[in-house]
């Protein structure tokens, strides 16, 4: 079983086998090996009922028993990826990953991904022992055959890591922290082309802990996360092995969650990549992967494992996995601690919200209004310039054109764009034009008007906007509409779910900071709401459509806390919350709700959480799959793309490992993509 440090709690899924016996467990392997066929269910219970360390003794003993290897026979008797598992899990962890490694430099063309995932995040300790193994099973210096392999700045830091010299102290200093900070925006940010020998030698050299510090700080300094800069200088294997070790850094079991959620997700499944990570956190931190799977994606690891593999490949998979987090409906109460910490970094770390779209520095309205007339006059239009005109100026700068545009041809620009444009294009360039109060009072118009309502639109709008925004729209809908938004919500929709719109829309949520005294009374609220049986009963009641009465009950409290609390006290609630209850709210939600209901308090606790990763979530389900959903992706870049656009860039690439310049490029086309890039703003 891995060593563990003085004091640290096992995270394993494998243990140690009571009462082992090396040589009666190596007669059972013979035994199931013996003959015509194998009996491939003995060999996978055995082997993953026992520890590493035992597996050795067992192989030890086979050899002294039978005169024979214990791995080759299994090699020999097993198939496919179910043997490359099994075998992975007889040799030792340092012979494992030297193996991997190995195969990854090995033929044509070299695994850089491979090489990345073990490098990045193996310990001094693991290194060394990795290196060692590699020399004893191939009689060759692994740094040796990485250099013959690799090249250029990614063969430098691959060999930086290589060494296994990252220094390991936690005291921290407060000096070298900035002094890094420096020395990296130098590097990168403030440079023309970028330094790279200083992100090698302080991302492959400082402590875990102090790293931590520098990202931090990194933030507070520059407006951005160290993520978003190594993306923006640095580039292929090299920016891949960054990002990589910067997500070790951060959190080694979450990176491994990640990893093997793309392994699994889509078509196909990378299965070298699930062996080697089930392989080798068996016995180290399988069950903080497994807590951050659930609290990420929510799903267990154990039922993505279940739906994606088959036969006794699946079966030794499950048992490394070493349980099903959402067994007969159960929650993952391990998982609350991460959904803890999560929140204590959503309450600490504030990110500057920036925009993609800005004022242009030498705007001239009289120019831009000639050459808009121009682009839509006579015989055709010239959709290229209306997109690059309106698209790089600010809501401010445009609201000028219009008015300019209005006195030197007494024409409506609007009324003339929208009979010059058509389609998706015209929505998004119209879409632009309208003051963002004005905007937002249409789109919840849209989704009241006619047959059926966009609960999605109302819930996206009422439940992300500021109470200045709320407060404007209102205004701009009374103006428009000449009706109010209350008295549309009002008789669009109905019962609960008609309550927290209406109360989202008066926009008075509290901005100060928490309470601490009245966080714990409101926590104690949602639990009860939440967790306990009064839920059902207030279920029953809303779908009754009993009236509430006392506005002082559970129920009726519990709506306004998420309505009108500030986020900042919101953040503590629900970090709260999981300290009593040992769930996390958002899935606790998900879970015990459903329907439009759900939807808004999801909306809401996302918001509160990472507003821009709450868009990033909605850009890409706009675009996955068959068809696009234009309305909403053209709502979003229009609505965002003044405040917090870039920060929704750098959220979408890191959850979805592609970029929003890419996703919007694979998924429109024409004049429509073109616009949509320019207010996309870069390509990450």
Known sequence: MAKLAQGAKYRGSIHDFPDFDASQDAETLYNAMKGFGSDKEAILELITSRSNRQRQEICQNYKSLYGKDLIADLKYELTGKFERLIVGLMRPPAYSDAKEIKDAISGIGTDEKCLIEILASRTNEQIHQLVAAYKDAYERDLEADVIGDTSGHFQKMLVVLLQGTREEDDVVSEDLVQQDVQDLYEAGELKWGTDEAQFIYILGNRSKQHLRLVFDEYLKTTGKPIEASIRGELSGDFEKLMLAVVKCVRSTPEYFAERLFKAMKGLGTRDNTLIRIMVSRSELDILDVREIFRTKYEKSLYSMIKNDTSGEYKKTLLKLCGGDDDAAGKFFPEAAQVAYQMWELSAVARVEVKGTVRPAGDFNPDTDAKALRKAMKGLGTDEDTIIDIITHRSNAQRQQIRQTFKSHFGRDLMADLKSELSGDLARLILGLMMPPAHYDAKQLKKAMEGAGTDEKALIEILATRTNAEIRAINEAYKEDYHKSLEDDLSSDTSGLFKRILISLATGNREEGGEDQDRVREDAQVAAEILVSARFFTWILKEIADTPSGDRSSLETRFMMILCTRSYQHLRRVFQEFVKMT???????????MSG???????????????????????????????????K??????????????????????????????QAIEGDTSGHFLKALLAVCGGKD
């Not at 899935?587 to 015990?592: A, F, G, S, V």
């Not at 959220?651 to 592609?658: A, G, S």
């Open 582 to 592: 040992n769930y996390d709210v958002e899935h606790t939600i998900k879970k015990r």
């Open 596 to 630: 439009d209901v759900r939807d808004v308090f999801v909306a809401i606790v996302q918001s509160v959480k990472n507003k821009p990763l709450f868009f990033a979530d909605k850009l890409y389900k706009s675009m996955k799959g068959a068809g696009t959903e234009e």
């Open 632 to 661: 909403t992706l053209t709502r979003i870049m229009v609505s965002r793309s003044e405040i917090d656009l870039l920060n929704i860039r750098w959220e979408f690439i890191e959850k979805y490992d592609k970029s929003l310049h």
